[in-house]
């Protein structure tokens, strides 16, 4: 099961999300919570797989709840998926650069969201259609000022690198492997040897660390 911790100011939202989700035979809510502080709370004690997560709120917002509760000890395999009405730059880039694994506006519809939080809760990424442009644009703004590449990047093969690649790209495992030519048993292989070699916790990660450091460049590195 997919414990699922949804965070909304307004009840009436909370109440409908929960009952989709609560719905679904692989998705229990394990907890609700109407502001940032409470979030943190919730998820320190009931752990979480996933935590359905608003920006604005009364208090401590979503950026800043995501940000605690992915410092809790223990919260490794928690991912974070924000909803939101504001697709806005700075709550996109804002989200992942704190460690959200996925970002989906409010009127996407009840079958989206029930797919974005089985999407998120096995590791993967996900980013609204309507914000993914803006992301890679805000990346490129960033690029003059972009810091070192980590020294980290210099411990990956080359087939590594090629895998980081084509992670950013938003490709799945199983499009990385039909890409190589190889199984798709040898790609989660080569992933899961990039996370670690990098420290990261999912693909959104891998995704915001490529194009940080330059290793893919927007425009220039097309899958």
Same mark, same amino acid.
């Given at each position: 099961?997919?414990?699922?911790? %949804?965070? #909304?100011?307004?009840?009436?939202?909370? =109440?409908?999300?929960? =009952?989709?989700?609560? $719905?679904?035979?692989?998705?229990? +809510?394990?907890? /609700? &919570?109407?502001?940032?502080?409470?979030?943190?709370?919730?998820?320190?004690?009931?752990?979480? #797989?996933?935590?359905?997560?608003?920006?604005?709120?009364?208090?401590?917002?979503?950026?800043?709840?995501?940000?605690?509760?992915?410092? !809790? @000890?223990? *919260? /490794?395999?928690?991912?974070?998926?924000?909803?939101?009405?504001?697709?806005?730059?700075?709550? +996109?880039?804002?989200?992942?650069? +704190?460690? =959200? *694994?996925?970002?989906?506006?409010? #009127?996407?519809?009840? #079958?989206?969201?029930? *797919? $974005? +939080?089985?999407?998120?809760?096995?590791?993967?990424?996900? !980013? =609204? @259609?309507?914000?993914?442009?803006?992301?890679?644009? /805000?990346?490129?703004?960033?690029?003059?000022?972009?810091?070192? @590449?980590?020294?980290?990047? *210099?411990?990956?093969? $080359?087939? /590594?690198?090629?895998?980081?690649?084509? %992670?950013?790209?938003?490709?799945?495992? &199983?499009?990385? $492997?039909?890409?190589?030519?190889?199984?798709e048993h040898t790609v989660k292989t080569h992933v899961a040897r990039v996370f670690t070699k990098l420290g990261l916790r999912d693909r959104a990660q891998a995704v915001m660390l490529a194009y940080e450091s330059g290793v893919v460049v927007p425009g220039e590195n097309a899958c």
């Amino acid at each position: 099961m997919i414990k699922v911790l %949804i965070v #909304d100011d307004q009840t009436i939202v909370r =109440a409908g999300f929960a =009952a989709l989700l609560d $719905a679904q035979d692989d998705i229990t +809510v394990v907890g /609700e &919570a109407g502001d940032g502080r409470e979030a943190v709370r919730i998820a320190e004690r009931n752990r979480p #797989d996933v935590v359905v997560m608003d920006i604005r709120m009364p208090g401590m917002d979503g950026i800043e709840a995501t940000r605690r509760i992915l410092s !809790l @000890p223990g *919260s /490794e395999g928690v991912r974070v998926l924000v909803l939101t009405t504001f697709d806005v730059d700075e709550y +996109v880039y804002e989200a992942l650069a +704190v460690g =959200a *694994s996925g970002f989906l506006l409010k #009127d996407a519809t009840a #079958d989206e969201l029930v *797919s $974005a +939080v089985r999407i998120v809760a096995r590791g993967d990424s996900l !980013l =609204a @259609p309507q914000v993914t442009g803006r992301l890679i644009r /805000e990346f490129t703004r960033q690029r003059r000022n972009r810091p070192r @590449p980590p020294s980290e990047l *210099s411990t990956l093969t $080359a087939r /590594e690198t090629e895998v980081l690649v084509l %992670i950013a790209g938003g490709l799945s495992n &199983a499009e990385i $492997a039909e890409r190589l030519v190889v199984s798709e048993h040898t790609v989660k292989t080569h992933v899961a040897r990039v996370f670690t070699k990098l420290g990261l916790r999912d693909r959104a990660q891998a995704v915001m660390l490529a194009y940080e450091s330059g290793v893919v460049v927007p425009g220039e590195n097309a899958c």
